[in-house]
């Protein structure tokens, strides 16, 4: 069988893991795709890429495919999400003096109360506290506006939030840069070992299942190859159930450390991948149950209303400007019918709704489907708000 090449742009991180492994694995050629990874280091060189034909799909940043299609900071360039790679598995990382401040050093934290002491610390500080996130359309950024705001912080008048590539983030808090960075594994436990930082949260603790990484296609590109964007999902879809497969883990682990790919340790990418994170240098790996949420419950599923919450939070950081139009652009960005129609032939469970109320689950929950049973779990944010896409005015009245 001759195989269609397809060329995916990535950066090193854990989250870019099916990718990864659908080629190394081998589920991509079974579809009939030779899958050509290439890494870069930083998400404009990704986007780039995508953008100007150099690749045909991209690991990608969820909020940066909403800003590329709405024509946010350059020209509307439509893409298409039919595939969510992972919910979760950032952290917040702070030097280890401020940690000391506001949380028990080593230890998981709990969310609100970390959050009102860093806003005590953010008043006696005799600067601005500045923080980095990978890039100023990413889950990154807006799940730590969204952790701050709740805690009493505004984001555009208390700190100060600057942007840091994944791979420099520990080197940003080393050399004094940043006080705080919002990032992606391995890059926290980069930091935490070489001494540089403390964890102080995690983002399934301010979001529980909250959208993060995404494969991302150009809307032509995707709608006039079905078959090949189908195939791929389903590549995607088998990686993601090999990825939750313990007796995989050593392997997964030493895959994805590889020169070509994460270029690091494979004992630090391992806490990630296993829900053990160490939090602070000299500490024990703690238990981070859902830290990076992955295949279980519809995980890869591309929910309409996660779209929407992110515009919503991109309209509460004054990126975008609320309007009708620009809502249903940005929901249409995530492609649920095609994640249906790829993976319909493999006898899934498939959600039978698009959109769902975002953090109103407490606690399992049977959901309608077209096909399957289907469970799933909390998805709760911190501040116990929950999120109704039906009424983005409502939620941007009451929220700030």
């Not at 952790?147 to 004094?176: K, Y």
């Not at 994640?339 to 319909?344: D, F, K, V």
């Amino acid at each position: 069988m001759s195989l269609i090449p397809f060329r995916i742009g990535f950066l090193p991180l854990v989250d870019a893991a099916l990718p990864i492994l659908a080629r190394e694995l081998g589920f991509a050629e079974e579809e009939g795709i030779d899958l050509i990874l290439v890494r870069d280091m930083s998400w404009a060189t990704v986007a780039d890429r995508l953008l100007y034909g150099h690749s045909d799909a991209a690991h990608l940043l969820a909020p940066l495919a909403i800003a590329t299609t709405l024509g946010l900071g350059r020209p509307p360039a439509a893409l298409s999400v039919p595939f969510v790679l992972g919910l979760n598995g950032n952290a917040i990382t702070v030097r280890p003096d401020l940690a000391a401040q506001i949380t028990t050093v080593g230890q998981p934290g709990d969310a609100r109360a970390v959050g009102l002491r860093l806003a005590e610390a953010v008043e006696t500080s005799p600067r601005k506290l500045r923080f980095g996130v990978v890039h100023r359309y990413s889950s990154h950024d807006y799940m730590l506006r969204y952790w701050l705001r709740g805690s009493g912080i505004s984001p555009e008048t208390d700190v100060e939030i600057v942007t840091v590539a994944p791979p420099f983030a520990a080197d940003a808090l080393s050399n004094g840069e940043i006080d705080g960075i919002c990032v992606g594994e391995p890059w926290n436990s980069v930091a935490v070992d070489r001494g540089v930082g403390v964890i102080v949260a995690v983002t399934s603790q301010i979001w529980l299942r909250g959208v993060e990484k995404v494969l991302a296609m150009r809307t032509d590109r995707m709608n006039a190859d079905r078959e090949i964007a189908n195939a791929l999902i389903r590549a995607l879809y088998r990686a993601g159930a090999a990825f939750v497969q313990p007796e995989r883990l050593d392997a997964i682990c030493d895959i994805l450390a590889r020169p070509e790919y994460l270029d690091n340790s494979a004992a630090l990418i391992r806490g990630a991948v296993s829900d053990q994170i160490t939090y602070a240098k000299g500490f024990a790996p703690v238990p981070t149950p859902d830290f990076m949420f992955q295949h279980r419950e519809a995980a890869n599923f591309p929910w309409v209303s996660q779209a929407a919450w992110l515009y919503a939070q991109m309209c509460l950081a004054g990126h975008a400007v609320a309007n009708a139009q620009d809502y249903v652009r940005a929901q249409g960005v995530f492609r649920p019918d095609s994640y249906r129609a790829a993976l319909r032939p493999l006898g899934v469970p498939l959600p039978g709704a698009s959109s769902k109320l975002e953090g109103s689950i407490d606690g399992p929950t049977g959901v309608g489907t077209t096909q399957g049973r289907l469970i799933l779990g909390p998805d709760r944010f911190f501040d116990g708000r929950s999120f109704d896409p039906e009424d983005l005015m409502g939620y941007l009245r009451t929220t700030g």
